[in-house]
């Protein structure tokens, strides 16, 4: 029997229930293709009816999981479907300031899955072409007997924090005066939390306790899963890496930078509960 969170949100199964309705989202280069007229509950989605006119562009469908307990697949289309009138493209990073959590996920996944297939067309071990499991996300080297399953690279994202100021960072590549949190991927032998401590380390020179886990996020560039903490610092002196980050400093929970993430993104909302938190003392 399925639960109530399956019925009412996505459900990310590799398995379809053979529901009578499905749910197409279609991606493209990409980027997504959404109706220009979307129903009420869910931006993304295209129904059967209306996904008739891609069909003649799809090259590659996978099961996607389901959506209110409706099956849903996700469409690679060619070049040609972006002359469709009904339907427009979105950039994938422009759906973390316009979709639900639920939504970004089944975006994610859609893409992730179909970078996933590409990356993983040969086997590692004896160079042979491998198929798709008919009976879930895997790519199978028969002879060799292996799987691969969709590759998921955990990384941590933390706000340190001291008394009423927070530190945030900035990477070389990114513009004038934006600022987020730190992050990092997590090494092999590690847990998140011993992460935390050697990312804030190595990065600005700052040694932490009290780690709080405030959350995950799934981030598809290409394929990560960011996990969320606040922390507090035991040490003050910044001295920035001068590689990854080139410029941090403490900041004032009232006087943030201009350019920070949006809650939508992790590594905002780790930045906003640092306020709300602060804030509430007051």
């Not at 590759?151 to 009423?164: A, D, F, K, L």
């Not at 410029?247 to 509960?273: F, N, S």
Request: proline share 5%.
């Amino acid at each position: 029997m399925q639960s109530t969170q399956v019925l009412n949100g996505f459900h990310a199964s590799p398995k379809p229930l053979n529901t009578d309705k499905k749910w197409i989202l279609a991606v493209l280069d990409g980027q997504i293709l959404v109706p220009r007229k979307p129903i009420a509950d869910n931006s993304m989605l295209i129904d059967q009816s209306s996904a008739d006119q891609l069909k003649f562009f799809c090259q590659r469908r996978l099961w996607l999981g389901q959506w209110q307990g409706i099956d849903c697949q996700v469409w690679e289309l060619s070049a040609e479907a972006k002359a469709a009138s009904d339907f427009k493209l979105i950039e994938l990073r422009n759906l973390l300031f316009t979709a639900d959590d639920q939504a970004f996920s089944m975006a994610c996944r859609a893409v992730q899955l179909l970078d996933w297939q590409d990356k993983h067309q040969f086997c590692g071990t004896c160079g042979l072409a491998m198929e798709g499991s008919s009976s879930e996300h895997a790519m199978r080297c028969e002879p060799c007997n292996i799987s691969n399953y969709p590759r998921i690279s955990p990384c941590i994202i933390v706000v340190v924090t001291r008394g009423e100021h927070c530190l945030l960072a900035r990477q070389p590549s990114w513009p004038e005066g934006r600022f987020s949190a730190l992050a990092g991927f997590l090494e092999a032998g590690e847990s998140a939390e011993q992460a935390v401590h050697r990312e804030v380390f190595e990065e600005v020179g700052v040694e932490v306790t009290n780690i709080r886990y405030v959350g995950s996020q799934s981030w598809p560039f290409p394929g990560q899963l960011m996990i969320g903490f606040l922390a507090e610092a035991v040490t003050e002196n910044i001295l920035v890496d001068g590689i990854e980050i080139s410029e941090a400093y403490w900041c004032h929970y009232r006087d943030l930078p201009h350019y920070v993430p949006p809650p939508t993104i992790m590594g905002g909302r780790l930045i906003k509960q640092f306020v709300d938190e602060v804030s509430a003392e007051q």
